[in-house]
């Protein structure tokens, strides 16, 4: 059984910079897709950006410029370095990856950016 769990949330200005960890119990190698998504209060989970095993990444439009996803297949932990935060960006982050048909979630860390 895979666990994913994140850290490095927490409160920032607008302006700042975090990063995102998501370390795996197990080796990510064979994870087809890993990706972060995030949800805010009253919204659907958005997708943020995902990462191939490829090494082939993709952003959402809002996040796009600011925010870089990056693997280290050696400790097995997925980042997510977020520069240029905005208040909109106010939301619990949440790991994913799969592999062939099997998902996994993390349990989320909070990411709150004040104005």
């Known amino acids: 059984q895979v666990q994913l769990v994140e850290s490095g949330g927490g409160l920032v200005q607008a302006g700042g910079s975090l990063r995102l960890s998501c370390a795996a119990s197990g080796s990510i190698f064979s994870f087809n897709v890993m990706s972060w998504y995030r949800q805010a209060p009253g919204k659907q989970r958005e997708l943020v950006a995902f990462?191939?095993?490829?090494?082939?990444?993709n952003y959402g439009d809002s996040v796009k410029g600011r925010f870089t996803i990056s693997r280290d297949n050696a400790k097995n932990t997925l980042y997510l370095q977020m520069n240029s935060l905005k208040p909109e960006d106010t939301a619990v982050y949440y790991c994913f990856a799969r592999i062939t048909v099997s998902t996994y979630w993390g349990q989320g860390t909070q990411v709150t950016v004040s104005s």
């Open positions: 990462i191939t095993s490829g090494g082939t990444t």
